[in-house]
DNA sequence: ATAATAGTGTCTGTGAGACATTATGTA
DNA sequence: TACATAATGTCTCACAGACACTATTAT
C-alpha cells in the first residue's frame, strides 16, 4: 500500500454580518510554521488520528477548537489541491464556508473579524492561497443568495426585514427592492419557514418592526423557484 | 511535520444518455486490492507524485488513463472523508460528475456502461461507498437541471429539440413541457450560447427537425432565471 | 388520405421590479 | 406639526404550464 506524502486540510470561510450591510471575515492568527505568526483562515489538518467521523466534522472542530464559534450554518464549498499552494508539498484544502450569528464574540488577542471587503481587494494579503479560497467561498454565498434564503443564517433567529434585507444586499453586493423580500419571506411564512411573532421591535425612530423568527430545516435551505437581480 | 496516515483519491461518476431518456454509468474492473475484480467508479490516488497540476487535472487524468474518454463537461461535486469508507484506513474522496458524449465507446472487458438506475435503486452494488456517491451527483445533476442548461452536455455539439427534451427528462427525472424548453432555447440563442444551423435532420417518419449547434463558454454553464417543475 | 412527428399560438398564473401611498412611531 | 421608518397597494413584464392548433414529412 502507498504511504501517500500528501497534506490534506479543512479551511474555514466565517462570515458575520454587521453593522450597515458589511461582511466581516474570521481570522487567526498562526500558530505554527509556515506563515507563523501571520493571519490566515482557521483550519486543521486532516490526518485521521483525530477521530473525525467526517469532514463535516472536522471543520465543525476546526471551528470549536480554534475560535469557541459553532456555526448556525456550516457548508461545504470546494476542495482545491495542488503541488504549489503549501511550500511542504502537495496539499490538499477543503473549504468551508460558515455563517456566524451577529452577535459572535472572539476570546484572545489571536482571532480577530477583518472586513471581508479587505481580502476580496487584496488590501489584506493571506498566506497560502487563502484569499482565492475566501473568493471561492464568497462566490457560492452571492449565488445561493440569489435564489435561496441563506442570508437569513447571518441573523439571529429572531429578526426583522430591515435586517434580512441587509443580510442579502451585504451577500449580493447591491440593493435589493424591499417589497421583493417582503414577498419571498410571506411565502416563507406560508411554508412554515419563518412565523410571525407578534412582537414589536421599537427603533429609536420611526414606526416598530414586526419581528419575525426563522425556523430553518436542521442542514436545509429554503429555495425560491425565481432569481432576484437578473 | 506530521506525515499523515491518509488516503486521498479521486473518484468519478461519468455519465452517458442513451436511446429514450435513459442515462448509464461508466464503470471500471478494478485492477487491484481491495475489492479486486469487482465493478467500481473510475478514479485514482493522489499521492503527490503524479505531478497533478491540480484535482481537476487529476480527475481529467483519471477519465483519460483508465477509460480514454474526454468529457464535454466535468465538475466537481463534493468531497467525502472518514474514517469507515475504505478497509485501509481514513481516506477521503473528492466526486466528479462528468458528462459524456452519447457516442462514448469503451474498449476492452474492464470497462462498461450500466443503467444509472441500476444503481441508485440498488439492484447493482458497488464496493466502498460508491453507490453513495453515485446518488449524491447525480442529486447534483438533478438540482442544476431544474436552473441551468447542463443537460446539453450530454448531447453532441449538434442536435435536435427532441434530443434535448430527452436529456432534461432523464436529468429531471420526470417530463418537461416541450414548449418550455423551446423558450429556453429561444433565449441561450439570443445570448449565443446556441446557434441555428438552417440545416434539417430527417427522421424516417415525420417532420424534419431544426438542427441546432451547442456553444458553450468552456467551464461555464448557461443559467436561467426561472426554475422548472415547481 | 393517414399517421407521425415538429413547431407555433393562446391563455393563465406567479412572482419580480419599480414606485406610489398609507401606517405608526418619535421629537 | 414635521420627520423617519415600516408596511401595503398597484401596475407592468417575463416566463413557466397547459393545451390546442398548424406544418411537413413518409407511406
Same mark, same amino acid.
Given at each position: 500500500?502507498?504511504?501517500?506524502?500528501?497534506?490534506?486540510s479543512v479551511d474555514i470561510v466565517a462570515l458575520r454580518l454587521t453593522a450597515p450591510q458589511r461582511l466581516e471575515l474570521l481570522l487567526?492568527?498562526?500558530?505554527?510554521?509556515?506563515?507563523?505568526?501571520?493571519?490566515?483562515?482557521?483550519?486543521?489538518?486532516?490526518? %485521521?488520528?483525530?477521530?473525525?467521523?467526517?469532514?463535516?466534522?472536522?471543520?465543525?472542530?476546526?471551528?470549536?477548537?480554534?475560535?469557541?464559534?459553532?456555526?448556525?450554518?456550516?457548508?461545504?464549498?470546494?476542495?482545491? %489541491?495542488?503541488?504549489?499552494?503549501?511550500?511542504?508539498?502537495?496539499?490538499?484544502?477543503?473549504?468551508?464556508?460558515?455563517?456566524?450569528?451577529?452577535?459572535?464574540?472572539?476570546?484572545?488577542?489571536?482571532?480577530?473579524?477583518?472586513?471581508?471587503?479587505?481580502?476580496?481587494?487584496?488590501?489584506?494579503?493571506?498566506?497560502?492561497?487563502?484569499?482565492?479560497?475566501?473568493?471561492?467561498?464568497?462566490?457560492?454565498?452571492?449565488?445561493?443568495?440569489?435564489?435561496?434564503?441563506?442570508?437569513?443564517?447571518?441573523?439571529?433567529?429572531?429578526?426583522?426585514?430591515?435586517?434580512?434585507?441587509?443580510?442579502?444586499?451585504?451577500?449580493?453586493?447591491?440593493?435589493?427592492?424591499?417589497?421583493?423580500?417582503?414577498?419571498?419571506?410571506?411565502?416563507?411564512?406560508?411554508?412554515?419557514?419563518?412565523?410571525?411573532? %407578534?412582537?414589536?421591535?421599537?427603533?429609536?425612530? %420611526?414606526?416598530?418592526?414586526?419581528?419575525?423568527?426563522?425556523?430553518?430545516?436542521?442542514?436545509?435551505?429554503?429555495?425560491?423557484?425565481?432569481?432576484?437581480?437578473?
Amino acid at each position: 500500500m502507498n504511504n501517500a506524502q500528501i497534506l490534506a486540510s479543512v479551511d474555514i470561510v466565517a462570515l458575520r454580518l454587521t453593522a450597515p450591510q458589511r461582511l466581516e471575515l474570521l481570522l487567526i492568527r498562526r500558530a505554527r510554521e509556515p506563515f507563523i505568526e501571520q493571519w490566515a483562515l482557521p483550519g486543521v489538518l486532516v490526518n %485521521g488520528r483525530c477521530a473525525d467521523a467526517s469532514l463535516d466534522a472536522a471543520a465543525a472542530r476546526a471551528l470549536d477548537e480554534k475560535a469557541r464559534v459553532a456555526p448556525p450554518h456550516l457548508e461545504q464549498v470546494a476542495t482545491v %489541491g495542488s503541488a504549489s499552494r503549501d511550500p511542504r508539498g502537495w496539499s490538499m484544502s477543503t473549504i468551508y464556508l460558515a455563517l456566524l450569528c451577529p452577535t459572535t464574540g472572539l476570546e484572545g488577542d489571536d482571532l480577530r473579524f477583518i472586513d471581508l471587503d479587505e481580502v476580496l481587494e487584496g488590501r489584506q494579503p493571506l498566506p497560502f492561497d487563502h484569499a482565492a479560497l475566501v473568493a471561492q467561498a464568497y462566490a457560492r454565498l452571492t449565488a445561493k443568495a440569489v435564489y435561496t434564503a441563506l442570508p437569513l443564517h447571518l441573523l439571529q433567529p429572531r429578526f426583522t426585514v430591515t435586517e434580512a434585507l441587509a443580510a442579502f444586499e451585504a451577500c449580493l453586493g447591491q440593493a435589493v427592492q424591499h417589497t421583493t423580500l417582503r414577498g419571498r419571506l410571506e411565502r416563507m411564512k406560508e411554508k412554515g419557514w419563518i412565523v410571525d411573532t %407578534g412582537e414589536k421591535n421599537r427603533p429609536p425612530m %420611526g414606526r416598530p418592526q414586526t419581528l419575525l423568527e426563522h425556523r430553518p430545516e436542521p442542514g436545509r435551505v429554503f429555495v425560491f423557484d425565481r432569481s432576484v437581480l437578473v
